[in-house]
């Protein structure tokens, strides 16, 4: 019967029905008028990386971090999909942060920091290229500039104050979900983040296969650092973004064995 009415049911019906038992395993109920954006509320979930979690996990998310959020396009999709009991968004560039809070002036959950994140407190020098999406602590390589093109050419560059995650989040006692898109910063930004990393459940991170920023971190770096000790292991990944027929970015999904015991079942028995 199941199979029957797939076929006899309009596409926008089946969907809107799948998005409605696929929030509702994930803890968030939608509403009647919601449902006709089923397509863009599935999308919103894939693009935040909700998707890779099981369903039970996402409904028990509730401090969540975005370190390196530009305008909020990140963080928008995520409370497009769930509303964490806190949203602490971290951006060091002021024409980004200015929009930031206008953007979320309303949202009470959310708390906004102008600052960037390393590995030492003090000052430190971003690189503001032409889409802000790629501004760093690091100079593009002259690979990537070459196959993206000029919105990676560095406009401007700005001294912006600098702390670490650690001293930064010294209050939450645990961190449910840590994302982080810094641009190829990611390995000062961990080696300032031993205490967070030690109460994060799950780290969302940019994983690079080729080189974006010189001196930045690519996979390997990350994954080493990530996982050499056994607290932290990829449980998933988004499809990677292709470029000039190479593997050159996506998503993974870490998460913290002594955290979330429980992640996953044996695959095999």
Not at 21 to 32: C, D, I, K, Q, S
Not at 58 to 68: E, N, R, T
Not at 176 to 203: C, I, M, P, R
Request: aromatic share 8%.
């Amino acid at each position: 019967m199941r199979k029957l009415l797939k076929y006899l049911l309009p596409y926008g019906v089946i969907e809107a029905a799948r998005a409605r038992r696929e929030f509702g395993a994930r803890g968030r109920r939608l509403r009647v008028d919601e449902l006709w954006q089923s397509d863009r509320l599935l999308h919103h979930a894939e693009q935040t990386g909700l998707a890779l979690l099981p369903p039970q996990h996402v409904a028990a998310l509730k401090c969540i971090v975005d370190v390196g959020a530009n305008v909020g396009q990140w963080s928008s999709m995520l409370l497009d999909c769930i509303r964490p009991e806190r949203l602490i968004i971290i951006e060091p560039l002021p024409a980004a942060f200015a929009q930031l809070q206008r953007r979320f002036a309303h949202e009470s959950e959310v708390e906004l920091h102008n600052v960037a994140v390393g590995d030492s407190t003090g000052t430190v020098t971003f690189r503001v290229t032409r889409d802000t999406t790629g501004a760093s602590a690091l100079p593009p390589s002259d690979e990537m500039r070459a196959l993206i093109g000029s919105n990676w050419t560095v406009e401007s560059e700005i001294p912006v104050s600098m702390t670490t995650l650690d001293t930064l989040l010294r209050d939450p006692p645990e961190i449910s979900l840590l994302k982080l898109d810094v641009q190829g910063f990611e390995k000062q930004v961990l080696a300032g983040a031993t205490n967070v990393l030690e109460k994060t459940k799950f780290l969302l991170v940019e994983l690079n296969f080729m080189p974006q920023y010189v001196g930045g971190s690519w996979f390997g770096d990350l994954h080493q650092t990530l996982t050499r000790d056994g607290k932290f292991y990829l449980a998933n990944t988004t499809k990677p973004l292709i470029l000039n027929g190479r593997a050159s970015m996506c998503d993974g999904l870490y998460v913290n064995a002594a955290r979330v015991p429980d992640f996953a079942q044996p695959d095999f028995l």
